[in-house]
């Protein structure tokens, strides 16, 4: 092991923003530069049946405003969806709407002003007549007979249909089954909420038709990509995508937006640079949102606990329009998760995508994973109640044993490394358990509404091999790219197609190319988030950046220690065999003779001079790889959470939460730790206090962060964090994915933490998020009324 | 229409003609730019654009440019001195208080408020005091840590 990975260095980005330097969209200030405000619908769903933009126009300083029709007709094209299973239906998706508006949000008119107050004057001095058409908003409502049609051609408002697994072991493990527990539940609507808002920003350059576009975005390759051959039409030989630093995404800023197309188009059309930055009410009615599925599922099992089969059916709610990756979550990230950490033959899922006058839905962190084990989870616990074990025993007897990886499920993936059992050890020894469970007792005696809830969950990391991407509906490839050059002095840059907004990869990254290379962590720095300075990449989702980012950036340093070695040996006329590279130090010297050696910048000089290379090598010192995985990772996790539920108010209380993870093995612990605790809080939320709601007519009622109701600082007490290790086989740093993890586990951890508190009182379920209200309206209904 | 203000800005007197309307926070970026102070919200929820307006952290998207007349504003460009880092800015570095960054300088403006009302403020004080302002990716844990620390180092 080298000097730099697995210890916690301190984050090499964090001076520019603890100074007030980051250097986001919004900070963006180009001489000349003109503002963009966009009209949105206050409609969910309305023909448009006129417009009238003269005030707008007419007021000073008001550039230009421009309609649907303007961009239709100024060479723009539809969004594309970029992942699509057998036969789905995609409706179109215009930058901005001609005639109809599907969602409230959606872009009818684009207004381009000298300042940005004057912007949104004009925005509101823009008049649309709407006339109203019905609305559906609900995932699976969207199917019922007579629902009314959100785009006509797209019968009962079904986008596609997908299943897999074994129906046919499942259907056996359900008729031969001693016990069947069954859950109908929602796993609500998320809005992502980063907290920088969406912003674009661009720059025309009409003398050499290039243009340059800013964008918070998490992968500016794929966009620029979308850019040139779908939504904008320049070539990508003349378009530079640039995303900054980025204020944290979280999937959201991952898909293609219109107004990455809009801002682009005005600044070349008004010839000057242009720049659109979201507000947060936009945000949230734009931003695509997450989960929201509508789910029946039932879990079989013989009389002695063993899980034998697993049953789903869920309607995803894909909102009005497909974006960019929608399709992806809810099927190949989804169903693919639902054997969890157990072994069960008989698992099967299929699921119906459906559309709504609602924002679209696409990844939002955990992405389809969160929504797996959300329920296995809860069905596992209803298990256990059923058959009066304790939930922990329950899963460490089904848990799959750690001589059985790699591990195939019934449902595609092919587990890689896991020790499960440690892991649920581990979490139960750092609660004290028993001790939990004992004072949980106690606590009960003295009429307090006390509950400890267990998880082990999984998830599928570092997206994903090509070729089974492709196969399974993707336009794109998922490998990574990384280039490593050496500079002639050994100073590096490091070129990475991964995109941070967050996660430390200038840090990370640093670590695992200074360790490979053996040189001093100072004297490496990252690049990313630029089309103009990378030559291309897939950017950051799916905790694939250390997978699969970092594996490219292996590959290429280990091509630039074969270059070295060799210019080595030939400069100590040596043969290659009877040479070392001293991966401590990186220097090159003889076998057993550390002091007759060359320097790593010594070598690096001689590369470039060429004045002494060997016979027909290349000067330069340079490599790029492209590194496409041979399969996901699967971390896996055990968290258990303490609540007490207070029986007046019925507010819930965290007492505490102790979380183990196996990330496999780990770069930069401080970091990954950051993600694990930063992870859990956004799972808590989905828990206790985040729901993305929609009025029956489609209004988004938590538009504002007045209703959306993310966590605050002090709504846990604290998180008490661990880990095991089991390095993953499919990677050279044998490393897993660490951003999503928390996410997964904490939703249900407190889920049952909650519900195991009230189970005194016969409640069995409640829909997310578990507010007051719900818990009060659910003891209320189950019979405790007064 | 427009006013005449002079606010002192991180130590230098600014004055300029401003819109009644204008928000302190688009005086700060837009026309100084100090972009440092960032928006996230249009609530006044999140409290990424606190600043210290008289030694007070308020959030700057509520107040208007003109009430700041005649007041000393300081931002996260003016906290430290010209040789280094402010111990709340250094105890954020040095505990991973930050991920992504952008609700980061308004955490420690917030938190810079908070040791100076109660230098030993525990973690439950810390967590209560910083209420106002959202963080979305760090959880909270390691900046609650940061803020505790850099009291305990007497900052």
């Known amino acids: 092991m080298g000097r730099y990975v697995g210890t916690s260095v301190k984050r090499v980005e964090d001076p520019r923003f603890i100074q007030g330097k980051g250097r986001y969209v919004a900070n963006i200030q180009l001489p000349g530069m003109v503002h963009v405000a966009i009209k949105r619908s206050p409609e969910a769903h309305a023909r448009i049946t006129g417009m009238d933009t003269s005030a707008a126009s007419a007021m000073d300083g008001v550039l230009a405003v421009f309609t649907g029709q303007d961009f239709k007709d100024g060479g723009c094209g539809s969004l594309p969806c970029g992942w699509l299973v057998p036969d789905t239906k995609v409706p179109d998706r215009p930058i901005v709407v001609t005639d109809r508006v599907c969602h409230v949000g959606d872009s009818v008119a684009v207004v381009v002003a000298e300042d940005p107050y004057v912007a949104a004057d004009a925005v509101e001095a823009i008049e649309v007549d709407y006339e109203p058409l019905p609305t559906v908003i609900d995932a699976r409502g969207a199917t019922d007979e007579g629902a009314p049609l959100v785009h006509e051609e797209i019968e009962n408002n079904v986008s596609y249909h997908w299943a897999l697994g074994d129906q046919e072991a499942c259907d056996q493990a359900f008729a031969d089954a001693d016990e069947i527990v069954e859950l109908e539940l929602v796993n609500q609507r998320l809005i992502p909420t980063a907290m920088e808002p969406r912003a674009a920003a661009a720059q025309w350059d009409a003398a050499s038709g290039e243009m340059t576009v800013w964008t918070t975005s998490q992968n500016p390759h794929p966009i620029r990509l979308l850019l040139s051959a779908f939504t904008l039409g320049i070539p990508e030989s003349k378009l530079r995508v640039i995303s900054p630093d980025v204020g944290g995404g979280f999937g959201s800023k991952i898909f293609h937006y219109p107004e990455e197309v809009i801002v682009p188009w005005v600044a070349r059309q008004v010839g000057r640079p242009a720049r659109w930055v979201a507000t947060r009410t936009e945000s949230q009615m734009t931003d695509s949102q997450g989960r929201d599925h509508v789910t029946v599922c039932k879990l079989a099992m013989t009389s002695d606990g063993t899980f034998t089969g697993l049953d789903v059916e869920t309607w995803a709610n894909q909102g009005a329009y497909l974006s960019t990756f929608a399709p992806l979550i809810p099927t190949a990230l989804y169903i693919t998760l639902l054997s969890g950490n157990y072994k069960m033959p008989g698992v099967f899922g299929k699921v119906h995508g459906t559309l709504t006058n609602t924002v679209p839905v696409d990844a939002y962190r955990g992405a389809g994973r969160p929504e797996a084990a959300y329920l296995v989870e809860r069905l596992v616990d209803l298990a256990a109640a059923r058959l009066g074990r304790d939930p922990l025993d329950l899963r460490r007897q089904n848990a799959i044993p750690k001589e059985d990886f790699p591990y195939q499920t019934p449902v595609a993936f092919l587990y890689d490394s896991g020790d499960y059992d440690r892991l649920m050890a581990t979490a139960a020894d750092n609660a004290d358990y028993a001790g939990m469970r004992d004072a949980q007792a106690q606590a009960r005696a003295e009429g307090k509404l006390r509950g400890v809830g267990v998880v082990c969950c999984i998830e599928a990391s570092g997206p994903a091999p090509s070729a089974v991407a492709g196969s399974l509906g993707s336009a794109v490839g998922f490998w990574e790219s990384g280039e490593v050059r050496v500079h002639p002095t050994g100073q590096v840059s490091v070129f990475t197609g991964s995109h941070a907004h967050g996660q430390g990869h200038e840090t990370t990254l640093a670590q695992v190319v200074a360790d490979e290379l053996g040189v001093p962590l100072e004297s490496v720095e990252v690049v990313h988030g630029d089309t103009g300075r990378i030559n291309f990449g897939m950017g950051t989702y799916g905790s694939r950046s250390a997978c699969v980012g970092g594996s490219a950036l292996v590959r290429s340093a280990e091509k630039v220690r074969a270059k070295v070695l060799q210019i080595g040996a030939h400069l100590l006329e040596a043969a290659e065999e009877d040479v070392v590279y001293d991966r401590d130090t990186g220097r090159v010297h003889v076998k057993g003779s550390p002091d007759s050696g060359k320097d790593f910048g010594e070598l690096a000089f001689a590369a470039y001079t060429a004045h002494n290379l060997p016979e027909e090598m290349e000067p330069g010192l340079d490599f790029t790889s492209f590194y496409d995985p041979a399969n996901f990772t699967f971390p896996a996790s055990s968290h258990i959470c303490e609540v007490d539920v207070c029986p007046d108010t019925w507010e819930v209380r965290i007492l505490r939460y102790v979380a183990v993870d196996d990330v496999g093995k780990v770069i930069n612990p401080m970091i990954v730790e950051g993600q694990i605790q930063g992870g859990i809080v956004q799972g808590v939320g989905q828990a206790l206090t985040e729901v993305g709601a929609y009025s029956d007519d489609g209004q988004l009622l938590s538009g504002t962060l007045l209703e959306y109701a993310v966590p605050r600082a002090d709504l846990l007490p604290g998180i008490e964090v661990d880990r095991i290790e089991t390095p993953s086989p499919h990677n050279p740093l044998g490393v897993k994915g660490a951003g999503e993890m928390g996410t997964i586990a904490a939703t249900p951890a407190v889920a049952n933490a909650v519900l195991d508190a009230l189970a005194p009182l016969g409640v069995t379920h409640i829909e997310l998020p578990l507010t007051p209200e719900r818990i009060w309206r659910a003891v209320q209904a189950a019979g405790n009324g007064a | ?155």
């Open chain 2, 1 to 155: 229409m427009s006013h005449r203000v002079r606010i002192s800005v991180n130590g230098k007197a600014e004055e300029a003609d401003v819109e009644s309307r204008l928000l302190l926070c688009h005086f700060l970026r837009d026309q100084l730019g100090l972009t440092g102070t960032n928006v996230g919200c249009d609530t006044s929820q999140c409290g990424s654009c606190t600043v210290l307006m008289d030694g007070k952290a308020v959030k700057s998207c509520t107040i208007l440019a003109v009430q700041a007349d005649g007041c000393d504003v300081t931002t996260i460009e003016g906290l430290a001195d010209a040789d280094g880092l402010h111990p709340v800015q250094q105890s954020f570095w040095d505990n991973h208080g930050l991920q992504c960054g952008f609700c980061t300088p308004g955490m420690i403006m917030t938190a810079v408020e908070i040791l100076d009302r109660s230098p030993d403020a525990s973690d439950a004080e810390v967590r209560h005091g910083l209420e106002g302002n959202i963080c979305r990716c760090t959880g909270y844990e390691n900046i609650v840590k940061s803020v505790v620390a850099a009291g305990a180092r007497g900052s």
